[in-house]
């Protein structure tokens, strides 16, 4: 877990000491809560098949996030399909190949 900064620890203890108001109103956080209970029912079932380098780099970079690698992925299937997922311009080949990770083989040679 990365370590707290002044500030951070400033927030956190002026939290813990009651000294923050929220400035929802009450509609707000009833939109908020019915936002999250909507977006948090899970009640179907999919089996995908991926590559084994694709579900290496998901795993690294939900590790990164500190997130189940299948939280991370239903995350971005729901920012896709929600229109929150946007596409960044491709970088050049030479950049391309001097900032992606090398992908471990999983055939024995």
């Known amino acids: 877990?990365?370590?707290?900064?002044a500030y951070e620890e400033e927030v956190v203890a002026a939290f813990d000491g009651g000294k923050l108001?929220?400035?929802?109103?009450k509609a707000e956080l009833a939109k908020f809560k019915a936002a999250a209970r909507a977006t948090a029912i899970k009640d179907r079932r999919v089996n995908i098949r991926l590559s084994s380098g694709d579900l290496c780099d998901i795993q690294v970079r939900a590790?990164?996030?500190g997130v189940p690698y299948q939280?991370?992925?239903?995350?971005v299937l729901h920012k896709y399909v929600t229109g929150r997922?946007?596409?960044r311009p491709?970088?050049?080949?030479?950049?391309?190949?001097?900032?992606s990770p090398k992908r471990r083989s999983t055939s024995a040679s």
């Open 1 to 5: 877990m990365p370590k707290t900064d």
């Open 21 to 25: 108001n929220s400035v929802a109103t």
């Open 63 to 65: 590790l990164e996030e």
């Open 71 to 75: 939280t991370l992925i239903a995350s």
């Open 85 to 87: 997922l946007t596409e």
């Open 90 to 99: 491709v970088p050049s080949a030479k950049s391309a190949t001097s900032r």
